[in-house]
């Protein structure tokens, strides 16, 4: 099963920046967000597709449909630039899949 | 406080073997599934492993599979990956990550650790 994200996507502070994840069917899945900054460990910002974990920013919000889950960011800061991975588990192998990430970039 | 800290890693020449080890602390171990996710400097993150509470269920990348074997102590709190045949290409940070749920495996990663770093190269 493969995941497939934009490479890059750019965004000025205060708009809204958009990270999709693409796969066959990926509707029926469930979709989980990472944020990876430089020299950190990956932090859980959205799973089950459109739930936060605790101290996560309501700013950070999830969607999925059909072929495309998407990563919504608003009012974008400076301090979300950052790695974003999306991660599927897939039922028919048993293994859990990333995507390959997307840097977003803060103008 | 969740913590999960990772060692082991370091250069071993390809074919060469290594144990890594996580200690984990702040929750109930056993409650949970644990996993291995590994990322080469500068790419992207693949899962590796990951292993029940009881460690009744395994399931390997198959990049990995009969060379590498997970493995837990939870009487010790602790997640290791015995590495075996290692091949230049398994070069990366590996994490130890925790799963989201207690029980039931949901293969959400709630909690990672820093990160060891495995170097293969002659």
Known sequence: YVLTQPPSVSVAPGQTARITCGGN???SNSVHWYQQKPG???VLVVYNDFDRPSGIPERFSGSNSANTATLTISRVEGGDEADYYCQVWDGASDHVVFGGGTKLTVL | E???VESGGGLVQPGGSLRLSCAASGFTFD???MYWVRQTPGKGLEWV???SRKSGTIAYADSVKGRLTISRDNAKNSLFLHMNSLRPEDTAFYYCVKDRAPIVGTKIFDYWGQGTLVSVSS
């Open chain 1, 25 to 27: 069917n990926i509707g």
């Open chain 1, 40 to 42: 950190q460990a990956p």
């Open chain 2, 2 to 4: 969740v913590q999960l």
């Open chain 2, 31 to 33: 409650d949970y599934a």
């Open chain 2, 49 to 51: 492993s990951g292993i």
